[in-house]
């Protein structure tokens, strides 16, 4: 049984028309949206390590820079007073968590203190793994229900699509779903060629046209060659080079008119892949986004190379879109499943948690 069927349980096919899905209003032109990411370092040599451990070594610099912070306030304060409080509010922050989702999360700490009664710290990293697994959990598997399903991949231009789409293709080939890649990032001939070259890797088709072409007549083909030839999941790509919300909703909803012209009753996912190395400004693009079309799931990419993965909880929290994968590296292999449970498993290990 495969990585990304073996999750899948019962569960509600989100069919909703496209046509609803990229009808959110648009406002005023917003200045262009850039991603400002970090130096990666190169990845380490490979070992072979299982999904968790690969989990775990991704995160390793978000963990060093949560968990340790967390310890280090629950070791130095042994009553729960006001300024704990303010000392683990300011941890949360500098983890990369945002204002408002440390101040919810210690609010909930705090109702739950006094629900139990509890009085020195030895209870608190409990909690607080049960209260992040909580904000987590909802709506993370993707859902492909129909064969056809389609993924829709958007986000700014060096989050990660092209790669995202690759190893997703990789993972559900290797689950035993027939995956078709259709390139309508037609913006540049290398990024045509970039797909081409996952779609090799991951041994499976593509749909492309020539350079300029008009990325929803791609999408439309794509969709035309999904049902004659027995697809189940086929993934769009996109360009994440579109100056303005306005052409850029635009675009998705032409891309999407296609889709739902050829495939009107199919499962879509609009998948936003964001870069967790840009922090907090990922959160601001998933709010930009999330006005331009329906976001339905995130991919959130370049885990391995930041410490910035508290990001994962307050995109959930803010924005209430779920993370659904996430990228740990550059190789075929390095995507998963987000599962919340794993997350907190890394960030709080057993033997850590004071439960
Ligand atoms: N370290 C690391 N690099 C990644 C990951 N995902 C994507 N990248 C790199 O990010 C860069 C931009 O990726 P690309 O897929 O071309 O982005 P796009 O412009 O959104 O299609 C490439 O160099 C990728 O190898 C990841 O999970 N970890
Ligand atoms: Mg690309």
Redesign the pocket.
């Known amino acids: 049984m495969g990585l990304f069927s073996k999750r899948k349980k019962s569960q509600e096919s989100v069919q909703e028309t496209l046509e609803t899905q990229v009808e959110n209003p648009t406002r005023s032109e917003t200045p262009e949206i850039i991603a400002k990411?970090e130096i990666?370092e190169s990845?380490e040599p490979s070992k072979p390590l299982g999904l968790f451990g690969k989990l775990k070594a991704g995160l390793q610099k978000t963990k060093d820079n949560f968990s340790e912070g967390i310890s280090r306030v629950v070791n130095s304060f042994t009553k729960i007073d006001e300024e704990f409080f303010e000392e683990l509010e300011e941890t949360l922050i500098l983890s990369d968590l945002g204002v408002q989702t440390a101040d919810e999360i210690c609010e909930q700490l705090r109702a739950e203190i006094k629900r139990v009664g509890a009085t020195d710290t030895s209870v608190i990293t409990g909690m607080l793994r049960q209260i992040i697994t909580q904000m987590l959990t909802g709506d993370n598997e993707l859902k492909l229900t129909t064969s056809p399903s389609v993924v829709l991949v958007i986000?700014?231009?060096?989050?990660?699509?092209?790669?995202?789409i690759g190893k997703l293709a990789a993972n559900l080939r290797k689950d035993g779903k027939k995956v078709l890649i259709a390139a309508a990032?037609t913006f540049r001939a290398a990024?045509i060629e970039?797909l081409s070259e996952w779609a090799n890797r991951a041994e499976v088709d593509i749909v492309k046209h020539a350079e300029g072409a008009d990325p929803a007549a791609v999408a439309y083909d794509a969709c035309n060659a999904a049902k004659s030839r027995g697809v189940d999941v086929l993934l769009i790509?996109t360009a994440?080079r579109l100056h303005n919300k306005k052409h850029l909703m635009e675009e998705l909803k032409k891309i999407a008119r296609s889709v739902n012209s050829q495939l009107p009753d199919c499962s879509f996912e609009t998948l936003l892949?964001l870069?967790a190395t840009t922090g907090q400004n990922a959160v601001n693009q998933a709010r930009l986004f999330n006005q331009v079309t329906a976001i339905s799931g995130i991919a959130l990419?370049?885990?391995?190379?930041t410490a910035k993965g508290g990001i994962i909880v307050s995109i959930k929290n803010e924005l209430g879109i779920p993370v659904k994968l996430v990228?740990?590296?550059?190789k075929l292999d390095?995507?998963q499943p987000f599962v919340p449970e794993d997350y907190v498993n890394v960030l709080f290990p057993d033997g850590e948690s004071g439960v």
Do not use: R, S, Y
């Not at 986000?155 to 699509?161: L, S």
């Not at 990419?301 to 190379?305: E, S």
């Open positions: 990411p990666i990845p986000g700014v231009n060096g989050a990660g699509k092209t790669t995202t990032d990024a970039q790509d994440g892949v870069d990419t370049k885990l391995d190379g990228g740990v590296g550059e390095d995507l």
